[in-house]
């Protein structure tokens, strides 16, 4: 076989082993919500903190970033996010449609800012943004970074970097499931100290 059809092919599939497979079944190990073969490296989690009341959150407002076919992820994200409980998840669309939809948010017809999320935030009631992003440095790694913040107060709550170096298994198992156990580990806890999200 021509070495280059050969490269060509193993180039691929490596590809569509990263693709997110938004109706996969999920398989619980223990009190992990997804399968745990994989877990984070011990310094993947960046900053932690559950002394905050969820139930205070009128809306989630999820920004995903990739170039890896970026509406099939924001879509797997959502749909995560929502099994581990979030309710009113917003897009960047979604959110935008929000304030052009109420002429007392005109004044928010950007998004773009920290200082305009912020003061949305303190108009409309408290928005929880949650980030991920996903980045493909070369064929057999992946960097997923998720940071979760309380827009009105600037404050991150939740930080992860997470870097799977070889895709060994399976792309869901090894970069997105160990990522997924922990915000659900931090939603839990941070539920004991005050609440939960808004149904």
């Known amino acids: 076989m021509n070495i280059k059809l050969l490269l060509y092919l193993l180039c691929i599939t490596s590809l569509l082993s990263a693709c997110p497979k938004p109706?996969?079944?999920?398989?619980?190990?223990?009190?992990?919500?997804?399968?745990?073969?994989?877990?984070?490296?011990?310094?993947?989690?960046?900053?932690?903190?559950?002394?905050?009341?969820?139930?205070?959150?009128?809306?989630?407002?999820?920004?995903?970033?990739?170039?890896?076919?970026p509406g099939k992820f924001s879509f797997y994200v959502r749909q995560h996010l929502s099994e581990m409980g979030m309710r009113n998840?917003?897009?960047?669309?979604?959110?935008?449609?929000?304030?052009?939809?109420?002429?007392?948010?005109?004044?928010?017809?950007?998004?773009?800012?920290?200082?305009?999320?912020?003061?949305?935030?303190?108009?409309?009631?408290?928005?929880?943004?949650?980030?991920?992003?996903?980045?493909?440095?070369?064929?057999?790694?992946?960097?997923?970074?998720?940071?979760?913040?309380?827009?009105?107060?600037?404050k991150t709550l939740l930080e992860i970097h997470h870097r799977t170096?070889?895709?060994l298994y399976d792309a869901q198992d090894e970069v997105y499931y160990p990522v997924f156990n922990a915000i659900n580990a931090w939603l839990i806890e941070t539920r004991k100290f005050g609440g939960s999200l808004p149904a």
Do not use: C
């Open 165 to 167: 170096a070889v895709l």
């Open 23 to 69: 109706f996969a079944s999920h398989r619980p190990d223990g009190p992990s919500l997804y399968s745990n073969a994989f877990k984070l490296d011990e310094d993947a989690i960046v900053k932690r903190d559950t002394s905050v009341d969820l139930s205070k959150f009128r809306f989630v407002y999820l920004e995903t970033v990739t170039t890896f076919y």
């Open 89 to 154: 998840i917003l897009n960047h669309d979604e959110m935008a449609a929000l304030v052009e939809g109420n002429p007392e948010l005109t004044p928010f017809s950007s998004l773009g800012t920290p200082m305009a999320l912020k003061q949305l935030s303190n108009l409309v009631g408290p928005i929880l943004k949650v980030t991920m992003k996903l980045d493909l440095p070369t064929i057999s790694s992946r960097d997923i970074f998720v940071e979760i913040t309380d827009l009105s107060s600037g």
